[in-house]
């Protein structure tokens, strides 16, 4: 009967543990959406459509010939050069030890092997749920060193598995776009970057905020519409 039961425990246990992931994207379609927030000299961020003259400032003028998916994609821009600018793409709460989060997105990159190029990197925050989102930087999360490859709309990736502990209390985790200029600093200069439909994968108790207007994503209305309830 022991024996029994401890085996019953276990089949439970295994049940918790294994969690489903669910999938959600962005393409700033809706038109209005840009950044959850930034760090760095990251300027005149904008929700564009069609084909857009970018500013390269070591090479000059380029064109991105329009959106990678749908019709509206994301604008911004290094100026002046300093750093590593972030454009703080999305932003994941209700995350558990252990949890796998896995991230993509289009960059547009005409120039292989050489800046300016786009990477995906994330940091922690103490942002609890999405309202609090981007919330304080909670220390690196580390990312993908593979840049943007330079054809075109390129896509960069990560998974990042997530830790609830270390140097500040790690609560939830931002996505980043970075952002990689040639020269690394010089003022004036100003150069020009696109990016479109970032895409999540995370296990279903986690709720994925990205930078729309027209609210959170279906799992996380779903939470909210639950808060609401019980506050009714
Ligand atoms: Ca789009
Ligand atoms: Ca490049």
């Avoid at 276990?10 to 294994?18: D, E, G, R």
């Avoid at 911004?76 to 972030?86: F, I, R």
């Avoid at 220390?139 to 502990?165: K, P, Q």
Wanted: overall charge negative; hydrophobic content about 35%.
């Amino acid at each position: 009967m022991k024996k029994l039961l401890l085996v019953g425990f276990a089949v439970l246990f295994a049940a918790s543990a294994a969690y489903a992931d669910y999938t959600v994207s962005y393409g700033w379609e809706d038109g209005v959406g840009t950044i959850l927030g930034y760090y760095g000299n990251l300027v005149n961020e904008s929700n564009v459509t069609g084909a857009q003259i970018g500013q390269d400032c070591l090479v000059g003028p380029f064109t991105c010939r329009g959106a990678f998916e749908g019709i509206q994609y994301l604008h911004v821009a290094e100026s002046p050069h300093s750093g590593t600018p972030q454009a703080y793409l999305a932003c994941i709460t209700g995350l558990l030890d252990g949890d796998l989060i896995t991230a993509s997105f289009y960059g547009y990159d005409v120039t292989p092997g050489a800046s300016p190029s786009w990477r995906i990197w994330g940091h922690y925050t103490d942002a609890l749920q999405c309202p609090e989102c981007p919330g304080g930087y909670a220390g690196s999360a580390g990312g993908n060193s593979e840049y943007t490859a330079g054809t075109g709309w390129d896509m960069v990736s990560w998974t990042w598995t997530f830790v609830t502990t270390g140097e500040d209390d790690h609560n939830g985790l931002v996505v980043e776009g970075r952002l990689y200029s040639t020269p690394s600093t010089q003022d004036p200069c100003l150069t020009d970057y696109f990016c479109d439909l970032i895409t999540v994968t995370v296990p279903d108790h986690a709720h994925v905020l990205f930078p729309d207007l027209t609210g959170p994503s279906a799992s996380e209305a779903t939470n909210w519409g639950g808060i609401k309830a019980l506050f009714r």
